[in-house]
């Protein structure tokens, strides 16, 4: 297993790939409202990324034909956006993103909800969040990614929701997905030890019911296998000595309190 090892010049350009990816997400979960197709909120999305002077990292990426990934409620990753589908009141959405700022990608998502939405779709999303920072603090040098993984699946399991064993995180740099693969579920295989300067894309996806999904006709969606909600939370990591850096955080999730959660 190669898993590269940033240096500081490569550390520099990737949290400037950060910043821009967490201003654009926050930027468009402000625009979101009732009425809007999925395709409309790609093209906002796909505007702010170039908007400063990025590539969108998914836009053709093995084929696939937006620049947002943006999944509906039992939609569990990898929605792909449609004039025909309107957003209305009470939806979730997961907004699945990456950014290419001089050659080094960052990726994140995040599930909003449309409206005022249902208690069990904010537990949902609150808690799918809160593996992620599960993770975070278990994500230092000298630890093994087991550990990240198994906190994040212990925590999301224990508080009765399914974590998606279909999809994982990864590696992330020069390349969309580097090594290693990184489960959010809970694994007896340790894993490679964590090293300050790996940069990994970790992205809990959970399921309001079982963790099993199916892949919709398209060959791109995946879709929980019992039809109830699934959340979305991931950002790109930058392992150090110490606590991670979190490279994609929003300065709303800065400002509210969002780095007191690991």
């Known amino acids: 297993m190669s898993i590269t090892i940033k240096s500081e010049r490569e550390i520099d350009l990737m949290r400037k790939a950060g910043?821009?990816?967490?201003n654009v997400h926050q930027r468009l979960a402000q625009e979101i409202q009732a009425g809007m197709s999925t395709y409309e909120i790609d093209q906002i999305g796909e505007n702010l990324i170039r908007e400063y002077g990025c590539i969108p990292s998914f836009k053709n990426y093995q084929g696939f034909p937006a620049s947002i990934c943006i999944s509906l409620n039992d939609e569990v990753v990898h929605g792909i956006p449609s004039k025909t589908r309107i957003v209305k009141?009470?939806?979730?959405?997961?907004?699945?993103?990456?950014?290419?700022?001089?050659?080094?990608?960052?990726?994140?998502?995040?599930?909003?909800?449309?409206?005022k939405i249902s208690e069990s779709a904010e537990k949902l999303i609150k808690v799918t969040r809160q593996s992620f920072f599960e993770g975070m603090k278990k994500a230092s040098a000298g630890n093994y990614l087991s550990d990240v993984s198994n906190a994040?699946?212990?925590y999301a399991e224990g508080m009765g929701y399914g974590v998606v064993r279909s999809f994982v995180g990864h590696g992330i740099g020069?390349?969309?997905?580097q090594e290693p693969e990184i489960?959010?579920?809970v694994c007896t295989n340790r894993g490679p030890l964590l090293r300050k300067g790996m940069t990994l894309a970790i992205e809990p996806m959970i399921n309001e019911g079982t963790?099993?999904?199916?892949l919709c006709s398209n060959g791109w969606t995946a879709v929980t296998s019992d039809m109830k909600n699934s959340a979305h939370y991931e950002n790109t990591v930058l392992i150090t000595d110490g606590k991670p850096e979190i490279l994609t955080l929003t300065e709303k999730e800065k400002e509210d309190g969002f780095l007191e959660l690991f």
């Open 19 to 22: 910043e821009i990816l967490a």
């Open 89 to 115: 009141e009470g939806d979730i959405i997961s907004l699945d993103a990456g950014v290419i700022y001089k050659g080094y990608h960052s990726d994140a998502a995040r599930t909003v909800g449309v409206g």
């Open 152 to 154: 994040i699946g212990n």
């Open 174 to 177: 020069t390349s969309l997905h």
């Open 183 to 185: 489960p959010n579920f």
């Open 211 to 214: 963790f099993k999904v199916d």
